[in-house]
């Protein structure tokens, strides 16, 4: 069971991802979680930064998905602007949502990889289905309720997480 909740890789922000790895692992699409991974929780706006790096993994050749928890018109505000689909009110660690985002862009689990900044709901979710899992550190800002309880579960196993990735 704990290993459902290793991610394939970790690292310490988005910018930490190499593309050049993905792709060679076989790597065609990539889900994204937003709150906290691509847009604190608690604001509207894509850092300007972020959002040349979202955009250059189009360039790249990535087909880009968004996977959330949050509601329609939160992950809409993010689609329009970067003209990439998304699936709300995802439910992760439930599958149903990330299947969803697979079959809009019709790739297969093996070719996907998914991007999230909580174990207990982004890496389980990805793990249980098969994905290729990144966890990135949160970005800053107010969190969900619920977000902040699983931050002190998730300390136990972010431990170790951090001792394997980060050595």
């Given at each position: 069971?704990?290993?459902?909740?290793?991610?394939?890789?970790?690292?310490?922000?988005?910018?930490?991802?190499?593309?050049?790895?993905?792709?060679?692992?076989?790597?065609?699409?990539?889900?994204?979680?937003?709150?906290?991974?691509?847009?604190?929780?608690?604001?509207?706006?894509?850092?300007?930064?972020?959002?040349?790096?979202?955009?250059?993994?189009?360039?790249?050749?990535?087909?880009?998905?968004?996977?959330?928890?949050?509601?329609?018109?939160?992950?809409?505000?993010?689609?329009?602007?970067?003209?990439?689909?998304?699936?709300?009110?995802?439910?992760?660690?439930?599958?149903?949502?990330?299947?969803?985002?697979?079959?809009?862009?019709?790739?297969?689990?093996?070719e996907t990889a998914l991007v999230g900044d909580q174990v207990f709901?982004?890496?389980?979710?990805?793990?249980?289905?098969?994905?290729?899992?990144?966890?990135?550190?949160?970005?800053?800002?107010k969190e969900f309720i619920g977000t902040r309880i699983n931050r002190?579960?998730?300390?136990?196993?972010?431990?170790?997480i951090k001792k394997r990735y980060l050595k």
């Open positions: 069971m704990l290993a459902k909740l290793y991610p394939k890789l970790f690292v310490p922000s988005l910018f930490d991802i190499n593309l050049s790895d993905l792709k060679r692992a076989g790597i065609k699409a990539i889900l994204f979680d937003i709150d906290n991974t691509l847009i604190p929780w608690d604001r509207k706006d894509l850092d300007p930064k972020i959002e040349k790096w979202f955009r250059s993994l189009g360039q790249e050749g990535f087909k880009l998905c968004f996977v959330s928890n949050n509601d329609e018109r939160r992950v809409i505000a993010l689609t329009s602007l970067l003209q990439v689909p998304g699936v709300h009110k995802a439910a992760k660690p439930r599958r149903k949502g990330l299947r969803r985002a697979l079959r809009i862009l019709g790739t297969d689990i093996h709901t982004d890496v389980l979710a990805g793990n249980r289905l098969g994905l290729y899992t990144i966890l990135v550190a949160p970005l800053a800002g002190k579960l998730e300390k136990l196993v972010l431990r170790r």
